[in-house]
Structures are given as structure tokens and as C-alpha cells.
């Protein structure tokens, strides 16, 4: 087939540059990313056609496991990821051609970027247990290597240790899922484990190691320490990729498994997905809204999209296991279209700050200021996934998030009590994290770019190249066509939604106009984001108008207002840490026991003000401080075996063989 064979040049054309890359310099290391951005460009369309085809591609390898071999497959699930997964690799190759060669050590970058490009490919189109966990590691160890490209630096080498240790546990985790689904039998290929579903009993334990594996790579909490630390740490543009899509790629691990291979659903199958999802969303904020590194606040605000992606899956396992068919394309298609719209938005919002970053050298919010006037197109695009990020119409983030709260709307229809009970916390939860992320982003945009600079880098600052302007460009338009025509978009998924539900959204033009989205009927769920766009714009301009009209046109001149502090210093703007203050007020002192101490000397004493706050991280101490003090301390303790005597040893291993034979002789 020519759709094979575009895919598979594509993907041997990343593996041959990330050879040659690795053995040569110069001019290899520089066809890196256009070789990177054709074979993504190569494999987005195969997905394409492959998705709005309702077509199939499979093929089979001599290789791999005896007497399995390699089995590949594109169906419309890995077709859409696909589309996911190529874009945001499209975006980064191009901003990854404007890199500085030795300021941003990109010959330590660029031969593990196409292998990390094809490891994440070739885990959506493995049909068997072996190909999926064998890219699936190739995936995560290729990106660890990308984390501790700046090896130099001990933040860098401690948050690719910590990802190591998680893609291990994680990686167990689907070993033992995978296992399960097999069966007795050993059937590795996912045709054999579709047509054998597992017990009840097994089945539960198969989505617990999936919500594991799958969940740490996407950072589900309490799986998700590595992110914050992981994403400040890799180059910005492979920040984008891990963000914006390698998390999709384990979403897709686990669409794969609960829709796909597991078979049909049973109703509490939804609820650890919505609990833990809900959670994952409010506290990832939460996260984001106190903290001062522009980075990590990003990856805060990942953590939080992937727990509205898992809360938009868990309700529509609930729908399908209760044959509420209508109900569960919707809540797919609201997590399908978040899926796409939060690659868009977060890769642009990681492109940026690597823009701030390479214009500036500083991440902390606190040490920026003013880049709307040195950075002007860069502060757009931006605004744009800023916007986007928050949820606000008429941009692709509200798209999906309408769908979502359709679908949590519908949700008290459901006839268990856990569910119908359950759905209006998780809509008020759902609600508070979209407010706590347009107060995230209002704090990030204002603190970075507007005000007056508060250090001598962002005095200076200055734009960055074309080409990085242009992949920022790209996907800020993506964002607004997206939200305008999300209606064309949710049409797009059909063929996907009527493979694993046997049915699809309204199609554009059933509404009032041609790009009405519609959830259930027109007379209860619809919208319409060109008429809003056009409503948002005359309004707009309306009062632009009129004030400029009303106001006096002689130029008046005045102190400016100074909030009580007379001096022009830029230290006395607000700063990020002071914008949080509410609600770290508010939420922090249950959520991260926050305390403030201010330390007021006496009138005369010339010694400067101090204020401090202590920030608890409960989730760090009970999943990963508690235990690795207990392993270190296990192996303090058992360190003593190393520095026994031969008498010693020869007792112990009597006393182990006496063990064994008791054993054997109580089993027998």
C-alpha cells in the first residue's frame, strides 16, 4: 500500500538521521529537524487519510517475539493520535531550525530528537505486547536522555533520575497489564486479546495497572512528580514534545486499553478515572498558582489537562457500560478534542517560554517584566495560548471543555448512585479549575510581560528568529481556527467515534449555521463560535469607538498613580509571589499547610523587613520521600550481609535451606 510505505520511509528516514547524527557533525547534526518536520509532515497526512478514510493499515514483521513476529497497525485511534503526535513534531522541528548551536547545546539535542520522534510513532501503530513495550521503552529512555542533555547541571541530572525511576515503575506496571490481558495463553498480539476478554477479577487489576503505567507517563497524581521537574529541564522545544504530546501518547495507552482491548466495560470501571482525574485537575493548578518558574508552571498546567482528559474518559467508560451510547460519543469526543487543542496550545505555550528564555537566560516570573515592548510578536502568540489554556471562547480550549461539561450535565442520568451522586462535585471541581487556570495565566502573562522590567536581562531582551516566530505563529493560528471551527473538528473524529460506539456527534451545518457544535440537540446544547467571535469583536471595537469618541481629546498629564509606594523603582510592582498570595491564602493552608512568617524590625532598627512562606508538599512526602527513606534505610540495614564471616554465612545459608524444605514439605 502507498500509505505503508510513506510510513515506513518516514519513519526509516528519523532513524537513519538519528544514526548519522550520532557518529558526524556539522552538516548532519543541521538536517536534524527539516528531516524531522518532512517525515512528521509524511506521517501526519498518512494519519489523515487513514481518519477521515475509515481505513485500516496493517502489516507484519519477522521479528520480535517467536512465533508472534511484529505486528503493526493504523486504525482511526492511532490515526488520531497520530495527527496529535506530528504536529506538535512538526512545530517543534521548525522552532528547533532557530536554535543557537552552542548557547543551547544542541549537538548533545539533536541525534536522540528523531529517535525520540519514531520511538512515540511506532508506539501507536504496535498491534502486540512486545512491539508496544519495546517502544514504548524506547520512548521513555530517549527522553530521559533529552532531560539530562545538560548533564553539567545537578538539577537536570536529579529530575532525569527521578523520570528514570517513574518510566521504570510505569513500565512494570503495563508488563503487568499486558500480562493479564495475554492470558494463560500467552496471546501477545492485541487481535487475540480482543477476541479473549479477561475475567471480572483480572480485568479490574489490568485497568489498576494501566491507570499506573499510563497515568505516570501523563502525570496522573500521585504519579506526577517527575513533570515539574522534567520539563524545566529539557531544551524548550523537546519540553513542547513531552508536554504537548508524549503525555498523549500514554493517554492513547490507555484509550487503547480500557476501550479497545479490555472489552466491554463494567460501570465502576469509570470512577477511578473520574476521582483521580478530578483530584489531578484541581491540584495541579493549585500547583501552578504558586509556584515562580515560568517552566514548571507549565508543567503544573499539563498535569491539569491530562485530569480533565482522564475525567472526559472515565465518564464515557460510565456511559458506554450503561448502553448510553449518545452520552459517551460525547464525553470521548470532549476528551479526543482536549487531547488535540491542549497539544496545540501547551506546545505554543513551551515554545514561548523558551522564547523568554533564550531572550532573557531567566525562567522565575519574578525576574521579567515589560517583554510586551522587546518581544512584541513572542507576547502575542503568547496571549493566544494563554487565552486558549484558560478556556476562553471563542479559542480551542473552550471547545472541548463545552463538550466536557456537556457530558458531566448528562451524568445524573446515570443509574448507579456512586455516579449520579458523584457528577456534581466533579462539575464544581471541573468549574474551580477552570477558574484557578484563567488566574494562573493572568498571573503568568502579566508578571512576564507586562509592567516594567524588573532585571537588567529583560531590560534587554529581544525577539527571537523567524523561524521559532513562525512555529509560534503556527500553532497560535491553529488555536483560533480551532475554536472557530471546532465543529469541523468534532465531525473529523466520525469515523473514530462510530468504530468504538456505533455513532457520532451532529455534523457540521445541523444547527443554525454551518459551524454549530451541537452535543445532544440544538434545543438544549449548542454553540456557535463564529456568531460569539463576531458578538466579541463588534463589542469590542463598539467601545473602543465610543471612548475614544467621549473622551477629550487634549492631552492631559498627571502623576501616575503609584498604590501607595512613591517609589518608581520596578521592585514595587506586584510580582508573581504577590498575585498568588489569595489564593494561596485560601487554598494553601489545607491543601500545602502554607504559613507566613513576617519578621517586622522595631522603629530604628535599619535592618531590612523580612517575609517568608513555608509550603508543605504532602503527595512528595507520602509517595516518594517515606518510601525512599525506607529503602535507603532497608539497605543500610542489609549492607551489614556484605561484612559477615564465613561461620556467619555458612549458617545462614543452612538456615535458608531448612526454610525451603519446610516450604516444599507444607505445599507437597
Given at each position: 500500500?502507498?500509505?505503508?510505505q ?5 519513519l ?22 527539516p ?13 489523515l ?5 475509515d481505513?485500516?493499515?496493517t ?8 512465533s ?10 492511532s ?6 503526535v506530528?504536529g506538535g513534531?512538526?512545530?517543534?522541528s ?9 548557547r ?5 539535542v539533536e ?5 525520540f ?17 519495546f517502544?514504548?521503552e ?7 536522555a ?5 548533564h ?44 479473549h ?5 483480572v ?25 515539574p ?24 495507552g ?11 466495560p ?5 470512577l477511578?478515572?473520574i ?15 504558586i ?17 480533565v482528559?482522564?475525567?472526559?474518559l ?5 456511559f458506554r457500560a ?11 469526543a470532549?476528551?479526543l ?9 501547551k ?9 523568554v ?11 521579567l ?8 510578536r ?32 448528562a ?10 451522586f ?39 531582551a ?14 497560535a ?15 473529523a ?20 449555521t ?5 452535543a ?31 473622551s477629550?481629546r487634549?492631552t ?25 498570595q489569595p ?22 532598627d ?9 509550603l ?10 517515606a ?12 549492607n551489614?550481609?556484605?561484612f559477615?564471616t ?15 524444605l519446610?516450604?516444599?514439605a507444607?505445599?507437597?
Amino acid at each position: 500500500m502507498p500509505e505503508l510505505q510513506v510510513l515506513g520511509v518516514a519513519l526509516g528516514a528519523l532513524a537513519a538521521v538519528a544514526l548519522v547524527a550520532t557518529s558526524a557533525r556539522g552538516l548532519a547534526l543541521a538536517l536534524v529537524y527539516p528531516v524531522s518536520a518532512l517525515a512528521a509532515l509524511a506521517i501526519g497526512v498518512v494519519d489523515l487519510r487513514v481518519l477521515l478514510g475509515d481505513g485500516l493499515l496493517t502489516a507484519t514483521l519477522p521479528i520480535g517475539l517467536p512465533s508472534v513476529g511484529l505486528h503493526l497497525r493504523l486504525d482511526t485511534l492511532s490515526a488520531f493520535f497520530g495527527i496529535v503526535v506530528n504536529g506538535g513534531i512538526l512545530a517543534a522541528s521548525i522552532y528547533g531550525m532557530g536554535l543557537d548551536r552552542v548557547r543551547e547545546m544542541t549537538p548533545r539535542v539533536e541525534p536522540l530528537f528523531p529517535l525520540f520522534c519514531a520511538a512515540m510513532n511506532l508506539v501507536l501503530i504496535a498491534d502486540d505486547a512486545y512491539a508496544f513495550l519495546f517502544c514504548w521503552e524506547l520512548m521513555s529512555l530517549t527522553s530521559w536522555a533529552l532531560v539530562v542533555a545538560r548533564h553539567t547541571d545537578p538539577e537536570s541530572r536529579r529530575a532525569a533520575h527521578l523520570y528514570l525511576v517513574m518510566a521504570a515503575i510505569g513500565t512494570a506496571a503495563l508488563l503487568f497489564a499486558f500480562g493479564g490481558l495475554a492470558g494463560p495463553a500467552g496471546g501477545y498480539a492485541f487481535d487475540t486479546m480482543r477476541g479473549h476478554p479477561p475475567a471480572p477479577l483480572v480485568a479490574a487489576l489490568i485497568l489498576t495497572a494501566a491507570l499506573v503505567g499510563c497515568g505516570s507517563k501523563g502525570g496522573l497524581i500521585p504519579l506526577h512528580a517527575w513533570l515539574p521537574l522534567a520539563h524545566p529541564a529539557a531544551p524548550s522545544h523537546v519540553s513542547a514534545l513531552m508536554s504537548g504530546v508524549m503525555t498523549k501518547v500514554a493517554i492513547y495507552g490507555f484509550v487503547r486499553i480500557a476501550f479497545d482491548l479490555l472489552g466491554p466495560p463494567t460501570w465502576w470501571w469509570a470512577l477511578p478515572p473520574i476521582v483521580l482525574g478530578a483530584i489531578t485537575a484541581v491540584l495541579g493548578l493549585l500547583y501552578a498558582v504558586i509556584d515562580r518558574d515560568l517552566k514548571r508552571v507549565l508543567a503544573y498546567s499539563t498535569i491539569e489537562n491530562v485530569g480533565v482528559i482522564f475525567v472526559a474518559l472515565g465518564l464515557a467508560l460510565a456511559f458506554r457500560a450503561n448502553g448510553r451510547d449518545d452520552s459517551a460519543v460525547v464525553a470521548m469526543a470532549a476528551a479526543l478534542l482536549h487531547v488535540l487543542n491542549h497539544s496545540w496550545f501547551k506546545s505554543l505555550l513551551f515554545l514561548g517560554a523558551g522564547a523568554v528564555l533564550h531572550a532573557t537566560g531567566r525562567r522565575d516570573l519574578d525576574g521579567l517584566g515589560g517583554l510586551i515592548h522587546r518581544m512584541p510578536r513572542t507576547a502575542i502568540f503568547f496571549l493566544v495560548g494563554a487565552l486558549a489554556i484558560s478556556a476562553l471562547p471563542p479559542l480551542n480550549g473552550f471547545v472541548s471543555e463545552w463538550l466536557l461539561f456537556q457530558a458531566v450535565l448528562a451524568a445524573p442520568e446515570l443509574p448507579q448512585a456512586a455516579l449520579h451522586f458523584a457528577s456534581p462535585a466533579i462539575g464544581a471541581m471541573l468549574a474551580l479549575a477552570a477558574a484557578l487556570a484563567a488566574a494562573c495565566f493572568v498571573r503568568v502573562y502579566g508578571t512576564a510581560f507586562l509592567g516594567r522590567p524588573r532585571s537588567p536581562e529583560a531590560a534587554t531582551a529581544h525577539d527571537v528568529p523567524l523561524v521559532q516566530q513562525i512555529a509560534m505563529g503556527g500553532l497560535a493560528l491553529l488555536c483560533i481556527l480551532g475554536g472557530l471551527l471546532g465543529s469541523v473538528l468534532a465531525g473529523a473524529l466520525a469515523p473514530l467515534l462510530q468504530t468504538m460506539f456505533g455513532g457520532a456527534m451532529a455534523p457540521p451545518g445541523f444547527g443554525p449555521t454551518y459551524f454549530s457544535l451541537i452535543a445532544f440537540d440544538p434545543d438544549r446544547s449548542i454553540y456557535d463560535a463564529p456568531i460569539i467571535a463576531l458578538f466579541v469583536t463588534i463589542a469590542s471595537l463598539t467601545t473602543l469607538v465610543v471612548v475614544h469618541r467621549l473622551s477629550e481629546r487634549r492631552t492631559r498629564r498627571g502623576p501616575a498613580w503609584d498604590c501607595g509606594f512613591p517609589d518608581p523603582s520596578p521592585t514595587t510592582q506586584y510580582t508573581a509571589s504577590s498575585f498568588a498570595q489569595p489564593l494561596r491564602r485560601v487554598y494553601g493552608a489545607v491543601t500545602f499547610s502554607a504559613r507566613e512568617t513576617v519578621d517586622m524590625p522595631p522603629p530604628g532598627d535599619q535592618r531590612p523587613a523580612r517575609f517568608s512562606v513555608v509550603l508543605i508538599d504532602h503527595l512528595w512526602r507520602a509517595f516518594y520521600a517515606a518510601p525512599g527513606r525506607a529503602v535507603i534505610g532497608l539497605s543500610s540495614w542489609l549492607n551489614i550481609l556484605q561484612f559477615l564471616t564465613i561461620r556467619r554465612y555458612l549458617v545462614l545459608m543452612f538456615a535458608a535451606l531448612v526454610i525451603l524444605l519446610s516450604i516444599a514439605a507444607v505445599t507437597t
